[in-house]
């Protein structure tokens, strides 16, 4: 097992499930201005990355090809509405459902699979689907509501997955892309709220200010780490590791910011749980048959 790519891994899902802590200190502004400054910060970071990685001319080549500018634009929408789901979420005291949605995300790009790319299941699968649709009817006897937040995070992610299938462009020039599409729209918006006096981001306390204007980094480095882990290690480990983001979130909404989790919330996400259990046995065995396979033929 390669060290340094799961050293990567862990970074890159320990810093997105550490985030909560993050957006945190922003909660006395509203989810779009933080989404706004986080767009601006990060689009101007990563052509940085790009031009000190000497990366900046093939960065500029991906949006000669239209169609790739095009679903480059389409990921750009889903992830600004993850993004702002996300932040409102966590600021609204909805960490807990919040890393709900990302326990679902895997279960939801299985389906995703099936209604787009016609993909086909096996037993297992569609065992660990029924017992997620368990666990989403138990959280909503548990809320007492649909858990739209959870939902929305894992279908606008499921559906950037997608997207993002459909061009073979590096991570790092296609968050470039996707955060320069949205950052005329961003700027207005950052520039409306100036002239009409309400800007509260340019108010925060110094340090404070200091660490909106660094929300690029926090955007891109996980990021980074993640295209390194991706490199060195196969998918079925990293599919693995990717269950420590919503873990920690979880963890940091029930016993830092003491949010609401009964034993209702407990039973919805220990389906979830083993909906995930039985995805990660099913993706496992296919690994191994296919390593097998492999070995037979040579």
């Not at 909660?27 to 000190?52: D, G, K, P, Q």
Request: glycine share 10%.
């Amino acid at each position: 097992m390669n060290r340094r790519g799961i050293v990567y891994a862990v970074l890159a899902y320990g810093g997105w499930g550490l985030l909560p802590m993050y957006w945190k200190l922003f909660a006395s502004l509203s989810a779009t201005e933080v989404l706004a400054h986080r767009i601006v910060w990060s689009a101007l970071f990563v052509w940085a990355m790009l031009a000190a990685t000497g990366r900046l001319k093939a960065g500029l080549r991906v949006a000669q090809d239209r169609r790739h500018l095009l679903w480059m634009g389409i990921g750009a929408g889903l992830i600004t509405i993850n993004w702002l789901t996300y932040i409102y979420a966590v600021n609204s005291g909805h960490i807990v459902e919040a890393s709900l949605g990302y326990y679902i995300n895997p279960l939801v790009s299985v389906l995703l699979g099936i209604v787009f790319l016609h993909e086909r299941l096996n037993g297992w699968q569609w065992g660990a689907l029924a017992v997620a649709a368990a666990g989403v009817a138990i959280s909503v006897w548990a809320y007492g509501r649909f858990p739209w937040l959870a939902i929305s995070l894992a279908l606008s992610f499921g559906l950037y997955g997608l997207a993002k299938k459909k061009v073979s462009v590096e991570a790092m020039e296609s968050l470039t892309w996707e955060t320069t599409l949205v950052l005329p729209l961003a700027l207005l918006y950052l520039a409306g709220l100036h002239l009409a006096g309400v800007d509260g981001g340019w108010h925060l306390p110094a340090l404070r200010l200091v660490l909106l204007l660094l929300s690029g980094v926090a955007t891109a480095l996980p990021l980074l780490w993640f295209g390194m882990a991706a490199k060195a290690l196969n998918l079925t480990t990293l599919g693995f590791v990717q269950y420590l983001s919503p873990t920690i979130s979880l963890l940091l909404g029930v016993f830092v910011y003491r949010e609401s989790f009964t034993a209702l919330d407990l039973l919805a996400f220990a389906c979830i749980w083993m909906a995930l259990v039985l995805y990660s046995v099913s993706s496992l065995r296919h690994a191994m048959r296919r390593v097998g396979g492999m070995s037979a033929a040579q």
